[in-house]
């Protein structure tokens, strides 16, 4: 493995701006690339995806070849680049890596893990190199959750230290929580402790069943539509912006719940006789009048995901190889590949992903329809919404009974005539 040092008191590359969201053409260039520089790491997470492990793979791919990989990346555009693991934290050149990639014009992140390699001089070295924001998992909002989740006590303080310490040296942060059946009862206590920590951004991944997330990890079909109301008045509610991941569908639910907003404000009756709730219109990521329906991040729509050893893939949480770096431009094989063009295609979708009103702004997780079906086209096993079938008369259902379900029900048509003539719901950059 060829290590480059870092130079000592060299200047600090100036961080990129952030891409552009609604000038990326996805089908030629994604809005994240994120590479799992190493599988290695200090945790032994219930929920990993990499099934990370304490020892480095002599597979990776060398800092020449990193560095390779991201001037490719930046053929893209000013993208996003996030480094990823395992721990970053594992290799001994990752300031090189975070300084080559911010050189060559990507915005860069990181996602170390919560362990004693991430001290305050490291948060402090990932800035001089470049790095524009830090991003760190805290999946319960006390040390016995958190910790047991992770399965390395400690990790809990680790993790707490770091995001205070980057606040102090002026590293943007944010934290990254994963939804599963151990702490879905838990998000407003997340919410309200990542509040008292001055965090500008929430993460909120929603289990995909990989590596060693299992199916009965996952929350049910109406605890994912619950928890997206939940997330999205807490959206309204807290001083930081929250962003999902592996939630397509949560795109779907703001809409709805923008869209039965604003019948309330203009004294308008639901379609169906449904009641209306709010009398102000701040739906997340929503803007009307911008002519243009929403579009997500999705599984190699807007995403490319490298492996440790260069395997080209649509996300992390979808592990199909569709070429390796090492012997094809990335570049090309996100923009010509049939995995990746045929994942780009929601009308190839099956079952209802395929005729659903909503599958521009939404097109569900093919990650999780992977993962449950063994088919990355086939419908969003967790969704709850029932779209009307083409050339049918029955409207639009949603087998989700609690809290809010009346805007759930919510056609694309009906939600965008109470938005208003011409209204169309922004993207919210970075939502996969």
């Not at 690339?33 to 492990?53: G, N, P, S």
């Not at 599963?180 to 001055?198: D, S, W, Y």
């Amino acid at each position: 493995m060829e290590i480059f040092s870092e130079k000592e008191g060299s200047m600090t590359p100036q961080v990129a701006p952030k891409p552009r969201f609604h000038e990326l053409d996805f089908h030629r260039s994604p809005f994240l690339a994120i590479w799992e520089v190493t599988q290695a790491c200090d945790l032994a997470c219930l929920h990993c995806r990499a099934e990370a492990r304490p020892c480095r793979d002599r597979g990776e791919l060398t800092t020449r070849e990193g560095f390779t990989l991201l001037e490719d990346l930046r053929r893209f555009g000013p993208i996003l680049g996030v480094l990823t693991g395992g721990d970053p934290l594992k290799r001994p050149d990752i300031f090189d890596l975070i300084r080559r990639g911010t050189e060559v014009g990507l915005r860069m992140t990181m996602t170390p893990s919560g362990t004693p390699l991430l001290t305050r001089e490291s948060i402090l070295k990932m800035k001089r190199a470049g790095l524009a924001r830090v991003a760190l998992s805290l999946d319960g909002p006390d040390r016995e959750s958190h910790d047991r989740f992770r399965r390395v006590p400690g990790s809990y303080a680790w993790t707490l230290s770091a995001l205070r310490w980057a606040r102090e040296e002026g590293l943007e942060a944010q934290v990254n929580t994963t939804v599963t059946c151990f702490n879905q009862g838990r998000l407003r206590a997340m919410a309200e402790m990542i509040a008292r920590e001055g965090i500008s951004l929430w993460s909120v991944f929603f289990l995909v069943p990989v590596g060693r997330g299992l199916k009965h990890h996952m929350v049910s079909p109406a605890s994912h539509e619950a928890l997206f109301h939940q997330l999205y008045d807490l959206n309204r509610e807290m001083p930081f912006d929250i962003k999902t991941t592996e939630a397509q569908h949560y795109r779907r639910v703001c809409m709805q719940r923008a869209a039965l907003e604003r019948s309330q404000s203009r004294g308008r009756s639901m379609p169906g006789g449904a009641d209306s709730v709010s009398s102000s219109f701040k739906g997340p990521g929503f803007s009307a009048g911008i002519g243009r329906p929403a579009r997500g991040v999705n599984d190699g729509n807007g995403l490319v995901f490298v492996s440790h050893r260069g395997e080209a893939m649509p996300s992390g949480f979808l592990p199909l190889p569709a070429g390796n770096v090492r012997e094809r431009s990335v570049v090309e094989i996100y923009r010509e590949s049939e995995l990746f063009k045929a994942l780009r295609c929601p009308e190839a979708f099956r079952g209802k992903c395929g005729y659903c009103d909503y599958r521009d702004v939404c097109g569900g997780s093919r990650a999780r329809a992977w993962a449950v079906t063994g088919d990355c086209l086939a419908s969003e096993p967790c969704c709850t919404y029932r779209p009307p079938r083409p050339g049918a008369t029955k409207r639009a259902s949603n087998t989700y009974k609690g809290p809010k379900s009346e805007a759930g029900r919510l056609s694309r048509e009906e939600a965008l005539t109470l938005l208003g003539e011409g209204a169309q719901p922004a993207a919210s950059p970075g939502q996969p």
